[in-house]
């Protein structure tokens, strides 16, 4: 059993042990996952299984219209379409936000759009963005080669994320077709639909799940 968690102070370098009668483990999916991994005398052959994530699509739609002179917080103006079910019977949800100026973007935003600072004071957009659901799966997991390193000493983790499934790849087309019809109505005839993403991507942006462990497929 666990008695105690090392924790390194990023900016000084500074190890720090911190003891406890019990430790809980609450932190992401794959440091939780690093930690354990890490941890002499344990036998987890389910270890890094059950990596979740869900998929995600989007688009910005840039309009030739002044932004709104207020000064209301950027989820003030957002409105969450009602969730619904693809096909497949995976469900997602579609949030619309807007109108924003487009001046709030930063210089790096505003190169990769090609478009001047000055003529982003005189713009708007919104942004529209599908979250979808994906399924459990035995293939997509975690795990860490000890042969590799970060700057801390600590295993770097690979992470195994597999194609989407057939049902998977129709709730991404259902995913990707609402944006699509939600970014052309708010564009009009003259605005500009710059798609963020798509859904089939291979990449993790919020890891959740159990990373199931133990000695038993029942999780005991």
């Given at each position: 059993h666990a008695r105690a968690v090392e924790c390194v102070d990023t900016k000084g370098g500074r190890v720090v042990t911190l003891e406890a009668r019990a430790i809980v483990l609450a932190a992401s999916a794959i440091e939780s996952a690093r930690i354990l991994a890490a941890t002499d005398g344990l036998e987890l052959p389910g270890l890094g299984e059950g990596l979740v994530d869900h998929a995600y699509c989007g688009a910005i739609v840039i309009v030739r219209v002044p932004p709104p002179s207020t000064d209301a917080?950027?989820?003030?103006?957002?409105?969450?379409?009602?969730?619904?079910?693809?096909?497949?019977?995976?469900?997602?949800?579609?949030e619309v936000r807007g109108p924003v100026s487009l001046a709030s973007l930063d210089d790096e935003d505003l190169g990769l759009l090609g478009i001047p600072r000055a003529d982003a004071e005189r713009m708007s957009f919104h942004s529209v963005f599908a979250v979808g659901e994906l399924g459990p799966s035995a293939r997509r997991r975690v795990r860490f080669d000890g042969r590799a390193r970060d700057s801390l000493g600590r295993t770097v983790p690979v992470l195994e994320l597999p194609a989407l499934s057939a049902?998977?790849?129709?709730?991404?087309?259902?995913?990707?077709?609402?944006?699509?019809?939600?970014?052309?109505?708010?564009?009009?005839?003259?605005?500009?639909?710059?798609?963020?993403?798509?859904?089939?991507?291979?990449?993790?942006a919020h890891e959740a799940g159990t990373c199931r462990m133990g000695s038993a497929k029942s999780g005991a």
């Open positions: 917080g950027p989820l003030d103006d957002a409105a969450l379409v009602r969730p619904e079910r693809s096909e497949s019977g995976l469900g997602f949800s579609v049902d998977e790849s129709t709730l991404a087309r259902a995913m990707r077709a609402r944006c699509q019809e939600i970014s052309r109505l708010l564009a009009g005839s003259d605005g500009t639909v710059v798609r963020i993403r798509d859904p089939r991507d291979r990449l993790l």
